[in-house]
């Protein structure tokens, strides 16, 4: 059977019906969702090129960083060429003619499940953790039970065959989670001069005092605008010296350039990890 004609791959980690392939579909209609197990899967896939891009989430404004993500992007060979936000809502499912008054047990992913404690709490509701939102809707349409829910977003209930009862539960409607567009590419086209763009970065300060104060110093000095800035752990040293950041602009900006020359001087290690374009959610939330 000839594939001729059929769409690229975009990876996502989850199954069918998670956040990450509503933003796939929404952001990428002429790609494929590609489900993925792990995110360490989902890398492969772009890598390998089974996907010709990834939609991979780094954070979310409740819930914070997504950690795996940020521990897997500096080895994993690949380029950011884009960022998507999605502004996220959660709905309560159940099976079909299943009444709420029966349900006793709730079950999605542990954030999904913090991001949604009020409506929990209210309809007093167990909750139960499980691998991810999406994987809790299809266990629950493949083991219909009238004691038990899900918590997913609204495509999930349409891909299982479940009823939504309450729709939009989430804590804060201001929830958002922050989506990165990754390639294999090695050497991916950089935004034109003049468009608001980003560049995300890691790196590594030398063990030596103040390092990390002298090497942030040139971003305020130059006038770089840094959007982010996280620490890690990195091989089971409790040593916060490995960080990635967000800055606007492009290194080839004069002001970026001479930003980056000076933490070079202090780092022993700086890497670009992607040079993309602005999503305009940003200017939209300012």
């Known amino acids: 059977m000839s594939n001729k004609g059929a769409k690229p791959g975009i990876a996502f980690q989850g199954e069918f019906g998670a956040n990450s392939d509503e933003a796939c579909r929404e952001h990428f209609p002429d790609y494929r969702p590609t489900p993925c197990a792990t995110f360490e899967d989902a890398f492969e896939a772009i890598r390998s090129g089974a996907c010709a891009l990834g939609l991979i989430p780094v954070e979310n404004s409740i819930a914070g960083r997504v950690g795996d993500v940020h521990h897997l992007l500096p080895r994993s060979g690949l380029r950011i060429i884009g960022e998507r936000f999605k502004p996220i809502r959660f709905q309560l499912m159940v099976n079909p003619g299943v009444a709420l008054d029966t349900v006793t047990t709730v079950a999605s992913h542990v954030m999904a499940l913090g991001q949604c404690r009020k409506a929990i709490r209210e309809l007093g509701l167990h909750p139960e953790i499980a691998s991810d939102t ?22 999930a209930a349409d891909l299982y065959g479940l009823d939504i009862m309450r729709r939009d539960i989430e804590d804060e409607h201001h929830n958002t989670t922050r989506f990165l567009v990754m390639t294999a590419e090695a050497a991916p086209a950089r935004p034109p001069a003049g468009a608001a763009c980003v560049t995300s970065f890691v790196f590594r300060v030398r063990n030596v005092p103040a390092a990390l104060y002298k090497a942030m110093g040139g971003f305020a000095t130059n006038g770089v605008n840094m959007t982010k800035l996280e620490s890690y752990m990195e091989g089971g040293a409790f040593t916060a010296t490995f960080f990635y950041a967000d800055v606007e602009g492009r290194p080839e900006d004069p002001n970026v350039a001479l930003a980056l020359e000076e933490l070079g001087f202090f780092s022993e290690r700086l890497e670009i990890l992607g040079v993309y374009p602005a999503d305009p959610f940003r200017q939209k939330r300012r």
């Open 134 to 155: 999406a994987g809790a809707a299809k266990a629950l349409a493949e083991r219909p039970d009238p004691t038990r829910a899900a918590i997913a977003p609204a495509l």
